[in-house]
């Protein structure tokens, strides 16, 4: 393999490892999986806001978020979700949301929870080395429909577990959190409710085509299809530490000057396959 090809496939390696994740399957049972868009409450109370409603729909998950940004005068605002759950069941809950001033939620009227994004991301650094360790919060996407870095963006959480009975329940939202005398901004894109293993992929439900798909003759082509990371205790790396925490903050990775491996966008070298040998092997 030639020397720049096979620093590309080692810095592919680097890069799919360092974003899977998932979450144990309930054995011997079929998955459920509850996919369910924002956009898609059955009741709620928002408020419009030019600036903060200026997002990409392609960004977005059904080509829709539930969005709300108040003023200060304004009231809390609220999404509320029905759902019929299929089987009883330890579920797990991921939710694709955009927190800013804060997001909480309860179940059937219980206990109001809050979505602590900060501790949450402690806590992924405190045991970024931790095997078996899944992290909670994942990148954060950027869905400004300007491609400004400012608060627009999504980032999917780790919420879960969730005991739920068979039947039908309500999941409610606040979107901006109860501060008062303050502005209040939040938005969800989708949240997913499974009792089994789940990846977070961008805006795609599993088994989702991407919409950007080129398609490659078969013969020139092959199934890029890896077995999910469980991060067992008999890995040998874990390389989640290598991730940005904003995906893309410091621009494209390119070819170092040297050619010899890569750089981020401010030139600072990110990682490297093996080194190329001077000369062939005797
Ligand atoms: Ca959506």
Redesign the pocket.
Known sequence: MPARTRTLAAALAVAVTAVAAVCPSVDGAEPVLLWI????AHRSQTHRNAWYDSVSKQE???????ASFAEVAQPDAWAEYDMAVPEAGAYHFWL?ANPCTGLTWRVDGGKEIVLDAKAMQEEDKKNRRTKGYQPKVFPRWNIAVDGKADARYMTWYRLGPLDLAKGRHTLRFSLGGHEKGTKRFAA???FVLTTGAFTPNA?YAPGQEPKDLVAFPEEDSWAFEPDRDAFADEAVLDLRHLNEETAGQHGFIRLSPDGGGFVRGDGVPDFRGPPAPASPRP
């Not at 868009?37 to 898609?40: L, T």
Request: hydrophobic share 25%; charged share 25%.
């Open positions: 868009e924002g956009e898609a977005l998950s059904g080509g829709g978020q539930i694709r969800i894109d989708c805006y």
